[in-house]
């Protein structure tokens, strides 16, 4: 009964290539987000998804892309990858993402990437 | 610009002490405050919430409190056990975001039988 979930757990690809990471919620949430975290641990926003539409998008290279489905799935391509793409990637959701105080977020198990 | 830290960004204690674990951030303007612990390899768990208009929250062992006009919050970690040992990380939810969260860099816990 995973509430968040993301797949691939690892993904090792050369550079320049192409590749997607899927995260699936069942928790019937309205928004979910992309976080990134980097060597040193640190966990930064990518994207925020509310009702398939998107409402954050943060300082990150249009080499990246999110996809929304439907309000239960938020997957993240990323083209051209580099070795600086080299990261955790964890997927996230809670119930609202407008201006209230009462959204826990829960966060997937992460996708490890590693650019060659 | 929304700033978390967590000091200590390391903590070694032996089995059964009681511990605390502390964050702050730079603007008082939240909607609330959440406290993870993540395990080596995995993902976050989120352990505790606290909205803006609340001073604390108790979940078994632990207990974070929240003094918003100050920018500070801490995690009580009652009688620690080996299996608490993890990365905690403190992060807010800034009053003009969308939702996202901003983090502090963790505090390794580890507790030694």
């Known amino acids: 009964d995973t509430a968040v979930s993301q797949t691939p757990k690892y993904l090792v690809t050369q550079m320049g290539n192409d590749k997607s990471i899927k995260c699936e919620q069942n928790?019937?949430?309205?928004?979910m987000y992309w976080y990134k975290q980097d060597s040193k641990k640190f966990l930064k926003i990518m994207f925020s998804?509310?009702?398939?539409?998107?409402?954050i998008n943060e300082t990150v290279p249009n080499r990246f892309s999110p996809k929304s489905p439907d309000k239960a799935h938020l997957n993240l391509h990323i083209n051209s990858l580099e070795l600086g793409d080299s990261a955790v990637y964890f997927c996230?959701?809670?119930?609202?993402?407008?201006?209230?105080?009462?959204?826990?977020?829960?966060f997937g198990p992460g996708t490890r990437l590693t650019v060659l | 610009k929304q700033e978390v830290t967590q000091i200590p960004a390391a903590l070694s204690v032996p089995e059964g002490e009681n511990l605390v674990l502390n964050c702050s951030f730079t603007?008082?303007?939240?909607?609330?405050l959440q406290w993870f612990r993540q395990d080596p390899g995995k993902g976050l768990t989120s352990l505790l919430l606290?909205?803006?208009?609340?001073r604390e929250q108790t979940s078994g062992r632990l207990n974070a409190s929240l003094d918003k006009s100050s920018g500070r919050s801490t995690l009580y970690i009652a009688a620690s056990q080996p299996g608490d040992s993890a990365t905690y990380l403190c992060?807010?939810?800034?009053?003009?975001?969308?939702?996202?969260?901003?983090f502090g860099k963790g505090t390794k816990l580890s507790v030694k039988p």
């Open positions: 996230a959701s809670s119930q609202k993402g407008e201006m209230t105080g009462d959204n826990e977020q829960f």
């Open positions: 928790l019937g949430h309205d928004t």
């Open positions: 998804y509310n009702n398939k539409e998107l409402i």
């Open positions: 603007d008082s303007a939240i909607y609330n």
């Open positions: 606290i909205q803006s208009s609340q």
């Open positions: 992060a807010v939810r800034p009053w003009r975001s969308q939702g996202n969260l901003i």
